[in-house]
């Protein structure tokens, strides 16, 4: 394996270039493979090869790694695995420690509690990931190699993952890890592999331990050229130490040629001044026409509305086009929605992948009214508001939607004391030959008298009838699969909610409700019976934890992805948002279930590669590096001087460090 160092833009671009003309010059139908940690820069390098420099790519294949483990998948066994989410392994671990198996009864209690599971999966995903052997390190803290201290809880957690495991094994439960290690094992036999002259890893600077072997079983038995992204420099640069670590204990042991260093060791790039604490080093200028911008704002809505002016005045004549342009934050969550509605306002399209909660969608809150109804005894504020919704299903329930009142239903369960409870709706019937008379005091302290009809009452009675009927009529226990049938039946009934027949159409909430009751039906492998209150609970947690993505990339327009997706991407223009404390850098915490000294004995002493969680500090400060580093022109930060509250929030210490670099040069 040959391992070519250098920062993304624009020296690993420029070399991945020039081999692959090195290999098409010899032979144009030479077969090349180029892998890529992520599909957006996999299109990068599509833009790259054959927009930018007019090359063909005959014969040259650009797959993403999670897409060669399908590939080769496929290949060994010709079916695909059902791959399971975190929401569902985080249930079977639920499970798990709800029927206090083997290994769960420390844990007990912690499945009740808001987010316990989702923070204990994340750390078994961790060591699942890590291919950590509960058996060897459970071996290891008997010699002692773990602190005392740690021992107890270790040891609980290392029997808790056995658990698991077998857990796993018996039910035929499969996430991602296992197909890397099927693709892993499929490695030395692949036809699709065997095929290509070169294969090319281009632009990850960090893996798992599943996804380390996996790249190492392709570079131990076919030709192989790694573009890493690391700015090699004695001594180490403070910006690349995330990336020094990973290539000195993964990559550099490996390589069967010295590695070639694209920087030249006396003078480094201009941006090499961020994080770096060495005053001897020499640095090259900025190029005169590279400009930075650091602005402060006032909120996030004007934080997104100043830059979205700026992009207007910057493509007003033409020069610079819009999908030259990358609109980044360190995470989407909160900019999501503010960055659609500002962006339509000034009517600048948008490309990119763009993901919002599904729990803000007027239908699933719908989902949830409805899903609730039961437990909460049919409360009367619940039912208004379930009727007061635009995708309530009137006509199929003998009503006219175009006569339903629920602004005078409600008035009228007011009048009539209705808080909850079958009975008290009964108390409606009384009403089906007279009307209800309600005298309120206007905003004028005059007396008014509002009439409410007869058949008003009647149709709210029938409605009401109907749900009930409908909601009491399921079983007190069921299957994850019959209750996701009978789920799908009353949304279809009482909101509208069906497969959508428009395979082209993009995802909506409709789609992704009716999905994760697909979902949860295949809860079957972890336990057959569910009592209807937790498949409600359960139903609902997953609605509020799953998004809609909206796919635009190959839209063209402005780029909108967050820090960790724009790695390896480059743009004329880059606006970095949200550079404020806590924000950028995001605030980092150890692991409640497995501190760093126990991260760092797995990885140390044992070779499985469980990263700590304080590391990310300098992860972080690579992310900045490569932002400043992607813009070619213009780079604009901003961070706000306070939040839409009023709250004065600090900027982020990386602006000083910023201001501090283009000082010095």
Same mark, same amino acid.
């Given at each position: 394996?040959?391992?070519?160092?250098?920062?993304?833009?624009?020296?690993?671009?420029?070399?991945?270039?020039?081999?692959?003309?090195?290999?098409k010059?010899?032979?144009?139908?030479?077969?090349?493979l180029?892998?890529?940690?992520?599909?957006?820069?996999?299109?990068?390098?599509?833009i790259?090869?054959s927009?930018?420099?007019?090359?063909?790519?005959?014969?040259?294949?650009?797959?993403?790694?999670y897409?060669?483990?399908?590939?080769?998948?496929?290949?060994?066994?010709?079916?695909?695995?059902?791959?399971?989410?975190?929401?569902?392994?985080?249930?079977?671990?639920?499970?798990?420690?709800r029927?206090?198996?083997?290994?769960?009864?420390?844990f007990?209690?912690?499945?009740?509690?808001?987010?316990?599971?989702?923070?204990?999966?994340?750390?078994?995903?961790?060591?699942?990931?890590?291919?950590?052997?509960?058996?060897?390190?459970?071996?290891?803290?008997?010699?002692?190699?773990?602190?005392?201290?740690?021992?107890?809880?270790?040891?609980?957690?290392?029997?808790?993952?056995?658990?698991?495991?077998?857990?796993?094994?018996?039910?035929?439960?499969?996430?991602?890890s296992?197909?890397?290690?099927?693709?892993?094992?499929?490695?030395?036999?692949?036809?699709?592999?065997?095929?290509?002259?070169?294969?090319?890893?281009?632009?990850?600077?960090?893996?798992? +331990?599943?996804?380390?072997?996996? /790249? $190492?079983?392709?570079?131990?038995?076919y030709?192989? @050229? #790694?573009?890493? !992204?690391?700015?090699?420099?004695?001594?180490?640069h403070?910006?690349w130490?995330?990336?020094?670590?990973?290539?000195?204990?993964?990559?550099?042991?490996?390589?069967t040629?010295?590695?070639?260093?694209?920087?030249?060791?006396?003078?480094?790039?201009?941006?090499?001044?961020?994080?770096?604490d060495?005053?001897?080093?020499?640095?090259?200028?900025?190029?005169?026409?590279?400009?930075?911008?650091?602005?402060?704002?006032?909120?996030?809505?004007?934080?997104v509305?100043?830059?979205?002016?700026?992009?207007?005045?910057?493509?007003?004549?033409?020069?610079?086009?819009?999908?030259?342009?990358g609109?980044?934050?360190?995470?989407?969550?909160?900019?999501? +929605?503010v960055?659609?509605d500002? /962006? $339509?306002?000034?009517?600048?399209?948008l490309?990119? @992948? #763009?993901e919002? !909660?599904?729990?803000?969608?007027?239908?699933?809150?719908?989902v949830?009214?409805l899903?609730?109804?039961?437990?909460?005894?049919?409360?009367?504020?619940q039912?208004?508001?379930?009727?007061?919704?635009?995708?309530f299903?009137?006509q199929?329930?003998?009503a006219?939607?175009?006569?339903?009142r629920?602004?005078?239903?409600?008035?009228?369960?007011?009048e009539?004391?209705?808080?909850?409870?079958?009975?008290?709706?009964?108390?409606?019937?009384?009403?089906?030959?007279?009307?209800?008379?309600?005298?309120q005091?206007?905003?004028d302290e005059?007396?008014?008298?509002?009439?409410?009809?007869?058949?008003?009452?009647?149709?709210?009675?029938?409605?009401?009838?109907a749900?009930?009927v409908?909601?009491?009529?399921?079983?007190?226990?069921?299957?994850?699969?019959?209750?996701?049938?009978?789920?799908?039946?009353?949304?279809?009934?009482y909101?509208?909610?069906?497969?959508?027949?428009?395979?082209?159409?993009?995802?909506?909430?409709?789609?992704?409700?009716?999905?994760?009751?697909?979902?949860?039906?295949?809860?079957?492998?972890?336990?057959?019976?569910?009592?209807?209150n937790?498949?409600?609970h359960?139903?609902?947690?997953?609605?509020?934890r799953?998004?809609?993505?909206e796919?635009?990339?190959?839209?063209?327009?402005?780029?909108?992805?967050?820090?960790?997706a724009?790695?390896g991407?480059?743009?004329?223009?880059?606006?970095?948002?949200?550079?404020?404390?806590?924000?950028?850098?995001?605030?980092?915490?150890?692991?409640?279930?497995?501190?760093?000294?126990?991260?760092e004995?797995?990885?140390?002493?044992?070779?499985?590669?469980?990263?700590?969680?304080?590391?990310?500090?300098?992860?972080?400060?690579?992310?900045?590096t490569?932002?400043?580093?992607?813009?070619?022109?213009?780079?604009?930060?901003?961070?706000?001087?306070?939040?839409?509250s009023?709250?004065a929030?600090?900027?982020?210490?990386?602006?000083?460090?910023?201001?501090?670099?283009?000082?010095?040069?």
């Amino acid at each position: 394996m040959q391992t070519i160092l250098g920062p993304f833009n624009p020296d690993l671009e420029d070399s991945l270039v020039e081999e692959i003309l090195k290999y098409k010059d010899a032979d144009l139908l030479s077969p090349l493979l180029i892998l890529t940690p992520s599909d957006l820069l996999r299109r990068r390098l599509k833009i790259l090869l054959s927009r930018e420099r007019r090359l063909a790519l005959l014969n040259v294949q650009l797959l993403t790694f999670y897409q060669l483990a399908l590939r080769l998948q496929a290949e060994s066994s010709g079916t695909a695995l059902e791959l399971r989410t975190d929401l569902f392994l985080e249930e079977a671990l639920r499970q798990i420690i709800r029927t206090r198996q083997p290994g769960a009864e420390p844990f007990a209690g912690i499945e009740e509690r808001a987010g316990g599971c989702a923070a204990l999966w994340q750390t078994l995903r961790a060591l699942r990931d890590g291919l950590v052997d509960p058996t060897v390190a459970l071996d290891a803290l008997g010699e002692g190699h773990f602190s005392q201290r740690a021992s107890e809880r270790t040891s609980q957690l290392l029997v808790l993952l056995r658990t698991f495991q077998q857990f796993c094994r018996r039910q035929k439960i499969t996430d991602q890890s296992d197909l890397n290690r099927y693709a892993t094992e499929q490695v030395p036999a692949s036809r699709f592999l065997k095929q290509f002259s070169q294969i090319f890893y281009y632009g990850f600077y960090d893996l798992t +331990q599943i996804q380390v072997d996996f /790249f $190492h079983a392709v570079a131990r038995h076919y030709p192989t @050229t #790694l573009y890493f !992204p690391y700015l090699s420099a004695k001594p180490s640069h403070g910006a690349w130490r995330f990336a020094e670590r990973f290539y000195e204990r993964y990559v550099q042991g490996h390589n069967t040629e010295p590695a070639q260093n694209l920087e030249s060791q006396g003078v480094l790039p201009a941006s090499a001044r961020l994080f770096d604490d060495n005053k001897e080093r020499k640095y090259g200028e900025l190029p005169n026409h590279w400009q930075c911008h650091i602005v402060s704002t006032f909120g996030i809505h004007d934080e997104v509305a100043a830059a979205a002016k700026e992009i207007l005045r910057l493509t007003e004549d033409g020069k610079l086009h819009l999908h030259e342009i990358g609109f980044v934050t360190r995470s989407l969550e909160s900019y999501s +929605q503010v960055v659609k509605d500002i /962006f $339509h306002q000034h009517r600048i399209p948008l490309a990119g @992948t #763009l993901e919002e !909660p599904l729990v803000q969608f007027p239908l699933t809150k719908a989902v949830i009214l409805l899903l609730n109804l039961p437990a909460k005894d049919f409360v009367r504020s619940q039912v208004i508001d379930l009727l007061s919704s635009p995708y309530f299903q009137f006509q199929n329930i003998d009503a006219n939607p175009a006569s339903v009142r629920p602004d005078l239903w409600d008035l009228a369960t007011r009048e009539l004391a209705i808080c909850k409870g079958v009975a008290e709706w009964r108390r409606l019937r009384r009403y089906s030959h007279r009307d209800l008379e309600l005298r309120q005091m206007s905003d004028d302290e005059e007396p008014r008298k509002i009439l409410i009809r007869s058949g008003q009452l009647i149709c709210l009675a029938k409605i009401v009838d109907a749900l009930t009927v409908d909601l009491l009529r399921l079983p007190d226990q069921a299957s994850w699969q019959e209750y996701a049938a009978a789920w799908k039946d009353l949304l279809k009934k009482y909101l509208g909610i069906a497969p959508n027949t428009k395979t082209t159409a993009p995802r909506d909430p409709n789609e992704e409700i009716l999905e994760i009751l697909d979902q949860l039906a295949g809860l079957d492998s972890v336990d057959n019976r569910v009592a209807r209150n937790d498949f409600s609970h359960t139903f609902q947690h997953w609605l509020e934890r799953s998004s809609v993505t909206e796919d635009r990339r190959n839209r063209d327009g402005v780029m909108v992805l967050n820090a960790s997706a724009a790695r390896g991407l480059t743009f004329r223009a880059v606006f970095v948002l949200g550079m404020n404390e806590g924000v950028f850098p995001r605030t980092i915490r150890e692991d409640a279930f497995l501190r760093d000294r126990d991260r760092e004995v797995l990885d140390r002493d044992l070779g499985y590669k469980v990263s700590q969680k304080l590391a990310a500090f300098d992860e972080e400060k690579l992310l900045f590096t490569l932002l400043v580093g992607a813009a070619r022109e213009q780079l604009y930060c901003s961070f706000q001087r306070g939040d839409d509250s009023g709250t004065a929030v600090a900027p982020s210490w990386y602006v000083d460090e910023l201001k501090r670099a283009l000082d010095d040069s």
